[in-house]
């Protein structure tokens, strides 16, 4: 099959290798029809991050088609339309057992390549997938958006963790694409201020037509100030970080009230700089955020039903043979590039 390979760092080539193969009774041969490119892996593909050690194939948000499965699948069946979770979970382990699939003890990324494990990922005309982690699209969800679901059920799954009330007051720190997910979203469960910040003046404007009600350019000396104003000196009750920086952290601590909560998504920075006599004094939680843990299906009822659209978000559809190219771009932030689909 064909494949995008990261042979070295900034380095991709689009050539043959081996066919997955099923190894086990449980997985099923998925040929990919869509496959978005992540943040995290323009992030990794120069080898800041330490989690895309070449040579990998990278890349985990997908939909496709199965062409095979193991003889113990009963749920799927050969021409099903599918998408998958980006993370293998084990399903064995305690926390497996108790729904937190994505702090699984023996979980592997698709697309990763650490110190701990390789795991191939779906930049690839076919991957292997078990069928613990395969859902079914719904008829109406085509294979571009269901390439979103990935990205939807990480913003999701955030909120879920700290779900704001109906009249709360909320920021998001950081309109990259998890950013973007999470206004939408936010913006059907509270008639509170979602106020967004970036540094990007065209990235703050996208934040407004997803719903945001006022945008700040984080850079601004008065920062505080408007959001004070913005919620009549209240402050934000939630803070949704979703870069992963230290600067980025530090507003999200700046401009929530005391006794509120920051929830970590972005982890761009392995280590940050951390404001402790804020967080203390003000009596902050700080919440992180990892993955999903069962918020597909949920996801995909909103695509179904169109309470939640997100192909405005994807600024280009292109051939897996040009990934080099698409790569580059986003890393360089040329043409002001949000999602970026390849098509195998």
Partial sequence: MKALVMKEYLRLEYVD??????????EVLVRIKAASICGSDVHGY?????????????????????????KGVHAFHVGDRVTFDSTLNCGHCEYCKSGQVNLCDNRRVLGVSCDEYQQDGIFAEYVVIPEHILYHLPDNVDFLQASMTEPTSVAAHAITLAPPLMGENVAVIGTGLIGLLLIKLLRGVVNGKIIAFDTDANRLAKAKECGADITIDSKDTDLLDQVSKATGGRMVDRAFEAVGLS???GTAIDVVKKGGTVTLIGNV???????????VSRQLRLQGSCAIAGEYPLVLRMFESGALQVKDLISKEAPLSEGQLWFDKLYHRKDNLLKVVLIP
């Fill in 247 to 249: 600067a980025s952290i």
């Fill in 46 to 70: 120069d080898g800041s991050t330490g989690r895309r050690k070449p040579p990998i194939i990278m890349g985990h948000e997908a939909s496709g088609v199965i062409e095979k499965a193991g």
């Fill in 17 to 26: 290798v081996p066919n997955p193969v099923i190894k086990h009774d449980d």
């Fill in 269 to 279: 920075s392995p280590k940050i700089e951390l404001p402790l006599q804020k967080v």
